[in-house]
């Protein structure tokens, strides 16, 4: 069956401008969850979702991110205002029980 | 100290051989523990997952766990060149969804 997707898969940006990032999860999965990854290192959590509960806020690393779930499916990841920083490659996942399963990601340049 | 640790690498060791990777965490309350694997440009993707104290095996894979000194390994025998990634593990803690994860073994096997 499909797996996660993430679009758009590359995304070049100016610095201050704002990014919308899209994550599809898995059908029915219930847990969604937004990872960033600099070059070179490991993920970092952001933000994760699951069901109809508050969400996890605990990992985005300022209050320019935000995100959302509609539905309880599709996510999108806002930045507001970018910073060269912001350049990673943001990966979404979704799971139903354990197993998180990961979109290909998008990889954000912020010039 | 960072939550989770490993050694950066490059791990490099000849084909057919065994590999070993290391996985240190901070934090007892950790109860599912994960090893991912990453090629080059692309998203992780899980090898395996482990609870309980002890081995567990999945074909060339066998994962390790001693919750006692905060530690988990992954050994991959019969190590082939489509092997050689970066290894991530990650620590789920009790009943949040979020993974943290270590930034990475990278695994170099030669021909």
């Known amino acids: 069956g499909a797996g996660v997707s993430q679009s758009p898969s590359n995304k070049v940006t100016e610095k201050g401008k704002d990014v919308e990032l899209r994550c599809d999860p898995i059908?029915?999965?219930?847990?969604l969850y937004w990872y960033r990854q600099s070059l070179g290192q490991g993920l970092e959590f952001l933000i994760y979702?699951?069901?109809?509960?508050?969400?996890?806020k605990s990992g985005l690393p300022s209050d320019r991110f935000s995100a959302e779930r509609t539905g309880g499916s599709v996510s999108t990841l806002t930045i507001q205002r970018t910073q060269q920083e912001d350049s990673a490659v943001y990966l979404c996942?979704?799971?139903?029980?354990?197993?998180?399963?990961f979109g290909p990601g998008t990889r954000l340049l912020v010039l | 100290q960072k939550e989770v640790e490993q050694n950066s690498g490059p791990l490099s060791v000849p084909e057919g051989a065994i590999a070993s990777l290391n996985c240190t965490y901070s934090?007892?309350?950790?109860?599912?523990f994960f090893w991912y694997r990453q090629y080059s440009g692309k998203s992780p993707e899980l090898i395996m997952f482990?609870?309980?104290?002890g081995d567990k095996e999945d074909g060339r894979f066998t994962a390790q766990l001693n919750k006692a000194s905060q530690y988990v390994s992954l050994l991959i025998r019969d190590s082939q060149p489509s092997d050689s990634a970066t290894y991530l593990c990650?620590?789920?803690?009790?009943?949040?969804?979020?993974?943290?994860f270590g930034q990475g073994t990278t695994l170099q096997v030669k021909p």
């Open positions: 996942a979704s799971s139903e029980e354990e197993t998180q399963y």
């Open positions: 059908s029915g999965h219930t847990a």
């Open positions: 979702f699951q069901g109809n509960s508050a969400p996890d």
């Open positions: 934090d007892r309350g950790s109860q599912s």
């Open positions: 482990i609870y309980s104290n």
């Open positions: 990650a620590v789920k803690r009790g009943n949040t969804g979020k993974l943290i």
